[in-house]
């Protein structure tokens, strides 16, 4: 079956630098996506990787490993802002879009 | 980078109603456009992915009467909730993409839709 898993919910410190994780396994490959969902609104395109390595951009990086089914984004310098929803997404053989359920992240002062 | 519109925001309808939600892509043709549907602390559900001229492909479990989606142009697609229940009650969003397949794709800002 395809599964991603990703912690529900995390808390870090404004300033501070926390690493949301993501595993997935799904029936091919095609990339995976990071997305931010702030509350009643609608997702907002962070990264995309489809090779292995780290993508900067920003405040943000985004990592993955394919040979181990595993991704992780990096938020530094974080702000009250960067509180929000972040969801993983991969794309499978298919090019059908698998969602995690999302990491709440809560950034305290 | 590209703009997808989709209105209205929130709606607030009665029972056995009907409800439009429009997706449209402002400055670039869509060649599919994708509807999805978020309970509150889940993730994303994908409803069904359009592409324009042909019928919706619903995904397993969605009611293709009751979600009924137009795609007839390059740059609008509509979902419309038929009959509306207070279980349809959800988080509507839509995503436009330009070529098959989701790499390029872009989300409108979601519709609140309540039935009461």
């Known amino acids: 079956g395809q599964n991603i898993d990703q912690p529900t919910e995390m808390t870090a410190t404004e300033g501070a630098i926390v690493q949301i994780n993501c595993t997935y396994q799904?029936?091919?490959?095609?990339?995976l996506f990071w997305y931010q969902q702030h509350a009643g609104e609608a997702p907002t395109f962070l990264s995309y990787?489809?090779l292995d390595g780290l993508e900067e951009k920003g405040r943000f990086s985004s990592f993955l490993s394919r040979s181990k089914g595993y991704s992780y984004l990096l938020l530094k310098e974080l702000q009250m802002k960067d509180s929000a929803s972040y969801l993983c997404?991969?794309?499978?053989?298919?090019?059908?879009?698998?969602w995690g359920a999302g990491t709440k992240l809560i950034i305290k002062p | 980078g590209a703009v997808v519109s989709q209105h209205p925001s929130r709606v607030i309808c009665k029972s056995g109603t009907s409800v439009k939600i429009e997706c449209r892509s402002l400055?670039?043709?869509?060649?599919?456009m994708f509807w999805y549907r978020q309970f509150p602390k889940k993730s994303l559900m994908l409803m069904a992915t359009?592409?324009?001229?042909?019928?919706?492909?619903?995904e397993q479990g969605v009611e293709k009467d009751k979600f009924l989606i137009n795609h007839a142009s390059l740059t609008l697609s509509t979902l419309t909730v038929t009959s509306a229940h207070p279980e349809d009650s959800s988080f509507y969003i839509c995503s436009a993409s330009t070529g098959q397949g989701h790499t390029e794709a872009f989300f409108g800002q979601g519709t609140r839709l309540t039935v009461v």
């Open positions: 997404a991969t794309l499978d053989s298919n090019y059908q879009l698998i």
């Open positions: 799904t029936s091919g490959f095609n990339g």
């Open positions: 359009s592409n324009e001229g042909s019928k919706a492909t619903y």
């Open positions: 400055d670039f043709q869509a060649t599919t």
């Open positions: 990787n489809v």
